[in-house]
């Protein structure tokens, strides 16, 4: 239980302050709970959505939109926003890593945001609750599974904290947790969506490593989207082909 609060108290904006000790072997170690962060934002953007749905699918997508980006303190878009800036960029290594903590928005940070605000927008009008429901789940767990596979840049920061021990252990608590809620919503029509976000947040992870020796939280944010963004995607093209 205390490293789900952990979790819930860097990821999500809570209307409560939790005073807890930390150690940094615990933001490692709860990266396996991000998925429970997920349910909880899940159940509510959809309870949301649900109860604003008399005022038109758009209408409801963009107020379902607002509400996640707050609870979500918006931080996954300001890496999806760093990391485009960084790439961007062409540079490498520690010049790359300054560009993307360089506090001024560049342009190609702004088209990245508008790109994935207006993907997240149009897909929610197209999923049904069961996928409003999980698809916070699958990008937090996309997330985790990238904190684990790549090694962090730097020895400081959020994104040092939550992947520098992370392991097999943070991996099948995560998978498990992912797996029992995905298949309980969307049955069988969860398999791909998930196994396609998490095929993305990792190419995207190995590309922007290769360029800075590792990862960061801005790295992390960003797959998170990207792998958010993919799910929704793939789940619609689902419901289309089948």
Same mark, same amino acid.
């Given at each position: 239980?205390?490293? %789900? ?16 000790? =930390?150690? @940094? ?18 159940? !509510? ?15 409801? /997508? ?22 485009? @800036? ?18 001024? %928005? ?37 997330? =985790? !599974? ?27 608590? /995560? ?15 969860? %398999? ?20 800075? /020796? ?29």
């Amino acid at each position: 239980m205390r490293l %789900i609060l952990i979790a819930f108290m860097f990821l999500v904006r809570a209307p409560f302050y939790i005073d807890i000790k =930390t150690s @940094d072997e615990d933001f490692s170690a709860c990266t396996a709970y991000f998925p429970v962060v997920g349910i909880l934002i899940g159940a !509510v953007v959809s309870a949301v959505f649900y109860i604003v749905s008399p005022l038109g699918k758009d209408i409801a /997508s963009l107020i379902m939109f607002t509400v996640y980006v707050y609870i979500a303190l918006g931080f996954h878009l300001d890496g999806l926003a760093d990391c485009f @800036d960084g790439l961007a960029s062409g540079a490498r290594g520690d010049d790359m890593i300054g560009i993307m903590k360089d506090s001024r %928005i560049g342009a190609f940070a702004a088209i990245s945001i508008f790109l994935a605000s207006m993907f997240y927008i149009k897909l929610f009008t197209l999923m049904d609750y069961m996928a409003l429901l999980v698809f916070p789940v699958a990008g937090r767990y996309a997330m =985790t !599974v990238t904190a684990v596979v790549r090694r962090p840049a730097r020895e400081e920061g959020l994104g040092y904290l939550f992947s520098n021990k992370a392991g097999i252990r943070e991996f099948v608590i /995560s998978t498990l947790i992912t797996c029992a809620a995905g298949l309980a919503l969307m049955k069988a029509g969860f %398999i791909l969506p998930a196994a396609c976000s998490v095929i993305v947040s990792l190419v995207f992870s190995k590309n922007i490593s290769s360029r800075m /020796s590792g990862i960061n939280g801005d790295v992390l944010g960003a797959s998170l989207v990207l792998s958010e963004i993919t799910f929704l995607l793939t789940a619609y093209a689902e419901t289309i082909i089948w």
